[in-house]
């Protein structure tokens, strides 16, 4: 995965004067420049082509046969309705993402609806132009080891995506963060899964229901307790290795299903909470994640939900954390492991150098400390 083709469609050239409250300020050209250096710094050459005809569009995408290994891909409105761009992308099986720089979940009903989505690796929304960010580190993550998507339960949100190891390999189960809201999803957590993939795990990262659909206190809860016993018992994968690894309020996930498992007789091997949201009663009083606590507990009690109030977990716990992470502050894990260690669970804990970010770059020595003590427990 070296060459990446940026599409862009009608009226993103725009950008700049085109609602900026809703797309920002960031021009075409700006955008373009972008995500070339973005892949620069992912090892990744990028082209971009714009225009606002999708027969035009549809042709660029057949010759990125002969010159791209991957595509994102921001059709404008064209998501919304075009079956022949859509044919297009099935058509040529380069592995895609898409990308819009609005909240399109939150915008217009009309804009929820996606043709281009069930081709694609992935759709990334709300973020702004960082987005096509996202979707290059995503693409970056398939190169390492290509995955599968399966479903592991009834509902849309109930989405993973799988990379199988050999028989009898160790089991981890990614689970994402982004303070429960719709914006965000597996993507981010998925380069270190990838990683872990190609140290011969068999690796899950999962989505979940969040905020505004369904995801509300318990509802994202239930899901990942879903993904974690139904992976457990398929893919050949042995069910008494299993790491379960949260990044930011994807930990408070992950350390909830977990001492939920342990108390079914099946604890994971180790639990890894990555500048994990691990206090909810101190998230809702400081208002992390702007009121992202509130509107997550729907009226529920934060104790009923926070993993420092229901200790021990009663499984292996890796506790790690960037020092100036300003998302969630480094004594959130800090004083969790204490506490962990105070009511009898057993606690390694982990402070590297870096932002809430940092520890899910699969190129920093920050995740290569993860990745070697998750080798160590396993
Ligand atoms: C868009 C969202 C589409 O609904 C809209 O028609 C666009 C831009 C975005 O980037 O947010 O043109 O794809």
Redesign the pocket.
Known sequence: MRRVLVVNG???DLLGTRRPDVYGLVTLADLERLVREWGTELGLDVETFQSNHEGELVERVHAAREGADAIVV?P??L??YSRSLADAIEAVEIPTVEV???N?AEREPW?RHSVISPLCLATI?GRGVDGYRWALRRLASEGVATSRLVGYGPLTAHRADLRVGSEGAPLAIFVPGGFWRIQWDRDTIDPIAADLARRGFTTLTVSYRRVGSGGEWPGALHDVCYALDWARSRFGADPRRVVVVGHSVGAQLALLASRRAARSGAPPSLVVSLAGVTDLVAAAADGLGDGAVTAFLAGADPALASPAHLLPVAAPLLVAWSADDDVVPASFSARFAEHAEAAGDRVETLSVEGDHFTLLDPRRRAWRAVAEAIDRYL
């Open positions: 009608p009226n993103l921001n404008g409105a998501t919304h819009h720089i609005s399109v804009r929304f």
